[in-house]
Nanobody
Framework: QVQLVQSGGSSVQSGGSMRLSCAAS????????IGWFRQTPGKEREVVAR???????FYVDSVKGRFTISQDNSKNTVYLQMNSLKPEDTAVYYC????????????????WGQGTQVTVSS
């Protein structure tokens, strides 16, 4: 059984930093994509960053230069380091795993973490 367990998040002031973690277990295939998504009330869940088997990171324009996705294979954990946070980064953040190659839409991912709230105050 595949499980993604998230940690990190909560509240920070504008300009601050925060790191989210996503620990994966139960997935044995060597090909997979881990994505970080975020969602605000009334909006679609959108991708923030993704990484394919620990390589080839991708970022949406709004977080480029501020967020970094990385993977520690020894811990089966993917991180999202968020720097220079802005109030518009406030959202519930989710990690997700997709079997095989990365995809754009949340509906294409197979397994999800429980979500964690990130609040950035001005």
């Amino acid at each position: 059984q595949v499980q993604l367990v998230q940690s990190g998040g909560s509240s920070v002031q504008s300009g601050g930093s925060m790191r989210l973690s996503c620990a994966a277990s139960g997935y044995t295939d060597s090909r997979y994509c881990i994505g970080w998504f975020r969602q605000t009330p009334g909006k679609e869940r959108e991708v923030v960053a993704r990484i394919y088997t620990g390589n080839l990171p991708f970022y949406v324009d709004s977080v480029k230069g501020r967020f970094t996705i990385s993977q520690d294979n020894s811990k089966n954990t993917v991180y999202l380091q968020m720097n220079s946070l802005k109030p518009e980064d406030t959202a519930v953040y989710y990690c997700a795993l997709r079997r095989g190659y990365c995809a754009i839409f949340a509906g294409d991912y197979d397994y999800w973490g429980q979500g964690t709230q990130v609040t950035v105050s001005s």
